[in-house]
Structure formats: C-alpha cells, structure tokens
C-alpha cells in the first residue's frame, strides 16, 4: 500500500491591499511562515495606497488555509482568481485559438469529444484569452487593470 500523502494545492489567488497593509511583507509570511511556494503573476501596489496582486501558491491545504486566514486577518481580500473567471458556455464555439495560448493549459482541447474544456482552478487569470476570443466568450473580472 502506498504511503499517505499530505494533499497539495496548487491556487491563484487574487489579493486586495488596503493603504496600511501595502507594505507590509506579508505575502513572503506565506514562504517563511506557512511554508507556501509562491509566484508572483501580477502586481500593482504603492506604498499607502490600495493595491491588487495575483499570485500563484503551491503547498500542502492546511498550509494554504492557515496562510489565506492570515492574509485576511491583516486586512487583505482574498479571491481565488477561479471565482473570477468565466465561459459563457452557449457562446462558445470550441474553435480553440484559445488553447494554443493558454499558458496553464487552463483551456485545453478534449481530443475525443472535439470540444475545447475549461479548468477554472488551473486558470491564473492572465486574460490572454479574453483578447482572441472570436466571440468573447471568455470573461475575466479583475479590477483596477489589475489583469
Ligand atoms: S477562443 Fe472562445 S470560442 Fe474559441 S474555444 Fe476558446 S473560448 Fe471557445
Ligand atoms: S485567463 Fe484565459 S488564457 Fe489566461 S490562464 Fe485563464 S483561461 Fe488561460
């Protein structure tokens, strides 16, 4: 029998500073405290005033949740960058010019029902899509052109 394993996540997530949290180091607290990997996809923050940044984290799911409540409790939103994102599914036309983009593969061609799939976890909310879309299908919500 294999051995159990801790269960690992990998989530982008979509943090929202407020003045007095924008410099604070808190988002290496994930590394250094939680034990969280992370990379930073986007960022658009200013010392004292409101800032937005999209991150990717890797790391075991009590590492993930204990690191989130965290976040929260220095006053930061936290939005999975899931919640974010969406196909309208009756527009979508399953061309798939938007595969061949994709960087997370978060789009992908099924090759035996010919029609092209979307993994709203996988995606990091890059709005790559959003911009060849033939039919805008895809719809990334993020504020303040913080995508
Ligand atoms: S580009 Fe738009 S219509 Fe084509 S497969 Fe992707 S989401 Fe669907
Ligand atoms: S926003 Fe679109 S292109 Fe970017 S990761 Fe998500 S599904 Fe893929």
Redesign the pocket.
């Known amino acids: 029998m294999e051995p159990t394993s801790e269960k690992k996540l990998r989530k982008v997530v979509y943090l929202t500073f407020p003045p007095e949290a924008s410099n604070k180091p808190v988002v290496c607290d994930l590394a250094r405290v939680y034990g969280l990997a992370f990379s930073i996809l986007k960022a658009q923050i200013t010392p004292r005033h409101e800032g937005q940044m999209t991150i990717e984290l890797s790391g075991p799911a009590e590492a993930y949740e204990a690191g989130m409540g965290y976040l929260r409790e220095q006053g930061i939103g936290v939005v999975p960058a899931a919640q974010r994102?969406s196909r309208d599914e009756e527009s979508c036309i399953h061309c798939g010019v938007?595969t061949a983009?994709?960087?997370?593969k978060?789009?992908a061609l099924n090759i035996e029902t010919r029609r092209v799939e979307?993994d709203d976890e996988a995606?990091?909310?890059?709005?790559?899509?959003?911009k060849v879309c033939p039919v805008a299908a895809?719809d990334?919500q993020l504020e303040n052109g913080a995508m």
Do not use: R
């Open positions: 994102i938007c983009l994709c960087p997370t978060a789009l979307f995606c990091s909310a890059c709005g790559m899509c959003t895809m990334v």
